[in-house]
């Protein structure tokens, strides 16, 4: 029997998590843990007491999930004594990257510090964990004319200057740096794809659900999206296992752009793909259609990963493509892919 937190539980993907956990057979207890509750004022992280809040779930969902704050940024003294006084064997991570954990529909940085404190109350002493999933992002891949189109876990990965990727591989150097630290502790990788579904859009799926759909002149992209069950799936088929190391994760297949906006039944808006960055708001403002900065290199050269390392340690995808595409326009109806 196992006991476990979900850091981040009060995102899509966290409470999801949560809530999938709670009927398993072999979960004593899982909670979501925060440091400080969506909208309200910074917790002061001097304080050693974990405080219990609520958060209110979207209408169309009848319960809320109990979140635990916990202050742990930038002192993980509190979540450290959190953990062993729960007696918290797993950590489950949810909230590195924001489009990854259903937050929001722009990831402008991953929250390295928050990575870091965690990983320091982890090897607290008294602490009983033996297993930390952490949900990271395929964003680490290079994208580009001289890139590989499908990723595998042993690619170089990009480490540009104040890039995304760099800020997510930071974050994942020191999970790493954490395992050799603290050999009891395996720590697993989820590299996801972006995520589509029960209203949860990453920017790639964002931009699919609109119409007419701002296109790249001239390009015909592989894209590829992870269902949000897919990824839940994936977290705890990592935390029941125990898995250690690097995964990829996505939901079943590649689709090409052309191929999804038909099955959409979407109008394609052609524009030249080139990031106009910092002018983006005031277009959006004036209404005018843009192809968004951070997907103009993914729509000129595509963007795939392989998920066969994760499949050869048990897990399967139970959604393809085309189902991710359906949950754009019917949230939470999308049917499991074959």
């Known amino acids: 029997m196992r006991r476990i937190v979900v850091v981040g539980g009060a995102s899509p993907l966290g409470r999801r998590v949560v809530e999938r956990m709670r009927s398993l057979a072999w979960v004593e207890s899982v909670r979501g843990v925060e440091t400080r509750l969506p909208g309200s004022p ?107 189109l499908i990723h595998d876990e042993f690619q170089a990965i990009a480490r540009d200057e104040g890039t995304v990727a760099a800020s997510i591989a930071e974050a994942e150097d020191y999970a790493r740096e954490s395992a050799h630290r603290l050999p009891h502790v395996d720590v697993a990788i989820l590299r996801l794809q972006q995520l589509a579904g029960r209203a949860v859009r990453g920017p790639l799926a964002a931009l699919l659900a609109r119409d007419p759909v701002p296109s790249p002149l001239g390009f015909d992209p592989a894209i590829q999206l992870l269902h949000l069950e897919d990824a839940a799936d994936a977290l705890i088929h990592a935390a029941h296992q125990e898995l250690a190391g690097i995964y990829n994760v996505a939901s079943a297949g590649i689709v090409h752009w052309s191929e999804a906006l038909r099955a959409m039944e979407r109008r394609a808006l052609p524009l030249l793909p080139l990031g106009i960055g910092p002018f983006e708001p005031l277009l959006a403002r004036l209404g005018l259609p843009v192809l968004p900065a951070e997907l103009v290199d993914l729509l000129r050269f595509g963007h795939a990963i392989d998920t066969r390392k994760l499949e050869r340690a048990g897990w399967r995808p139970r959604y393809d493509q085309r189902s991710c595409l359906e949950a754009l326009d019917a949230p939470g109806s999308g049917s499991p892919g074959t």
Not at 48 to 74: H, L, M, Y
Not at 80 to 98: F, H, M, N, S, W
Not at 100 to 108: I, Y
């Open 42 to 148: 910074r917790a002061n992280a001097s304080s050693p007491r974990a405080r219990r809040g609520r958060t209110e779930r979207k209408a169309e969902e009848s319960v809320a999930i109990e979140i635990d704050v916990v202050p742990f940024v930038p002192d993980p003294r509190p979540l450290g004594e959190y953990l062993a006084k729960e007696r918290i064997d797993t950590v489950v991570q949810c909230a590195l990257v924001p489009d990854r954990s259903g937050l929001g529909a722009h990831a402008h940085e991953a929250d390295v510090i928050a990575t870091m404190c965690l990983g320091a109350a982890i090897g607290q002493t008294g602490s009983l964990v033996r297993s930390w999933v952490l949900a990271s992002s395929s964003a680490v891949y290079p994208l580009g004319s001289h890139a590989a």
